[in-house]
């Protein structure tokens, strides 16, 4: 098995496109570890926290080692990244449930209201109605998870 070699970038100095001066680029090297389809890319980067206690909070900065978990397209997510998608993902189902549910209360307060047999149907009515305003209220709530520009403040 050789030594793998740089193959794609090499490093360059000089104004990117942006502006900006790039020290050095990332380095393709090509593995024969798992399969010939494989690439290892070796990055060196700086990465500045500038709310370490809001992120890792029980762990003091002196002690800190980052670990990242790895998808299969290569990205690296850090836990705290994790941990924030798993709670929006669970509240995003929560918030579906509630939502079906509203619905189908809706069919089955206007089932009432058209079969019901009583005189004063008032408060079928009012059950109805605040059956089709729950799912309304929901909306920008569901809409938060798909779009950046929403903007729940009052």
Wanted: charged share 10%; proline share 9%.
């Amino acid at each position: 098995m050789a030594s793998p070699s740089p193959t794609t970038s090499s490093p360059s100095q000089g104004p990117s496109s942006t502006g900006t001066t790039i020290a050095s680029e990332p380095t393709a090297i090509p593995s024969d570890i798992a399969c010939p389809n494989t690439v290892v890319i070796e990055l060196s980067t700086t990465v500045v926290i500038p709310n370490f206690n809001a992120y890792y909070a029980p762990m003091q900065i002196a002690t800190f080692k980052p670990t990242y978990d790895t998808l299969a397209d290569g990205s690296l997510l850090t836990p705290p990244y994790l941990q924030d998608l798993s709670d929006a993902n669970l509240s995003l189902l929560i918030i579906g449930a509630l939502a079906a549910i509203f619905i189908r209360n809706i069919f089955v307060s206007a089932d009432y209201l058209r079969r019901g047999k009583v005189k004063k149907k008032s408060l079928f009515y009012v059950l109805f109605i605040s059956q089709i305003l729950s799912p309304i209220a929901l909306v920008p709530v569901i809409s938060s998870y798909f779009t950046n520009k929403v903007n729940c403040t009052m």
